[in-house]
């Protein structure tokens, strides 16, 4: 047995050594760049089997959905823009019924970013790609419901920032001097013992772009609807766009 033993120690210690002495050491390292363009031959098995897909997804983006006169770009005002008020418009108009059916009650308003406007749209036609340009993100439609306080901190920021953030139901007036004037909401004064409900982005939602106002909702309603699939149906409902900006958040000179 002891001999036994010994033998496989043995053989053990070998294994040992002779895995060490052919371990592979790195001696150095060498970089190349390969230029990616037209110089490289194509791999037509690959790019046979990929061109039926790109085929179906051009022209799926480029299918025509509705028509605007005028360009939309969000620099176009400082305070409401033409292409933000349609953003905002769309929302209450596409999931406001949702709402309704859903939980018997209506979206009093509602708020985007301005910094969720990634394109403008060109005069023209209006097509799929046009909706994945203004907004390339996968965030939801969602409803919070504010207190009259947190409504008042909403105003508050809208103040504060003076950037165009897409708005709808609501109107703002400021003076020159940045005071406020009036705000409405859905058509009324803020009543401090009801609660309103806000349409926005999921985004948002969890504070995003500093809208910590949004953490203090009572309750939240998702409706499973992206905002990038929404805008695609408001196209598709709407032959024509005519957003203007007009005096739903304003300064008074």
């Known amino acids: 047995m002891k001999s036994f033993l ?11 050594l002779f895995s060490c002495q052919n371990q592979p050491q790195l001696i150095k390292i060498e970089g190349e760049q390969i230029a990616v363009d037209s110089t490289l031959s194509q791999d037509q098995s690959l790019e046979k089997f990929i061109k039926p897909y790109r085929t179906s997804i051009q022209e799926e983006m480029n299918r025509p959905l509705s028509y605007t006169k005028k360009a939309m770009f969000k620099s176009d005002h400082p305070l409401n823009t033409a292409i933000g008020n349609m953003m905002a418009d769309a929302v209450f108009e596409m999931a406001n019924p949702i709402f309704n059916s859903r939980h018997k009650d209506s979206i009093d308003g509602v708020l985007l970013n301005y910094g969720g406007i990634r394109s403008g749209i060109n005069q023209g036609v209006i097509t799929t790609r ?9 965030n939801m439609v969602v409803v919070a419901e504010l207190d009259a306080k947190s409504i008042k901190a909403m105003v508050n920021y809208l103040v504060k920032n003076q950037v165009a953030h897409p708005i709808s139901k609501m109107q703002l007036r400021l003076n020159s001097n940045s005071e406020v004037v009036d705000f409405k909401i859905n058509g009324k004064p803020i ?7 806000i349409a926005t982005s999921d985004y948002l939602l969890q504070g995003g772009d500093n809208m910590i106002f949004f953490k203090n ?3 939240v309603f998702d409706i499973d609807y992206k905002l990038r699939n929404l805008f695609i149906d408001y ?4 032959d024509t766009i005519s957003a203007t900006a007009d ?3 304003v300064k008074i000179r």
Not at 6 to 13: D, E
Not at 131 to 136: R, V
Not at 191 to 197: K, R
């Open 247 to 249: 005096q739903r958040f």
């Open 217 to 219: 909702a009572t309750q």
């Open 235 to 238: 196209f598709k409902k709407h």
């Open 6 to 16: 010994f033998k496989i120690s043995l053989l053990s210690l070998f294994w040992i």
């Open 191 to 197: 009543n401090d013992d009801e609660t309103y409900f």
């Open 130 to 138: 046009t909706a994945y340009n203004i907004m390339p993100f996968e």
